[in-house]
């Protein structure tokens, strides 16, 4: 099974930028949707950004102009690049794939970020 581990979190003030990686352990080919979602305390998890296996990119409202997900099939690995981030952003944020064939889900562990005002 195709283990997710996101890294790249941290502490970063109002306005900085943050990148997010998720790292597949196997190619990434054989996952039709890759997708970042973040929980902030007391709150449920909710969608950020996807890229499909062609691809097409959706962004949630708050995240559309700010951030950016791409992916690198070479290194098996997914990015999102936080800009502008404000303390509203501060969630543990998770990397998420869909696999091609079976439609299993896949989960990282998280990473934290925390944006302080």
Known sequence: QVQLVESGGGLVEFGGSLRLSCAA???ISGIIVMSWYRQAPGKQREFVAYVSALGDTDYAI???GRFTITKDFAKNTVY?????????????????GIVSGTSEVLWGQGTQV????
């Open 80 to 96: 999102l690049q936080m800009n502008s981030l404000k303390p509203e952003d501060t969630a543990v944020y998770y990397c998420q």
């Open 25 to 27: 352990s196997e190619s």
């Open 114 to 117: 925390t944006v302080s005002s």
């Open 62 to 64: 708050s995240a559309k």
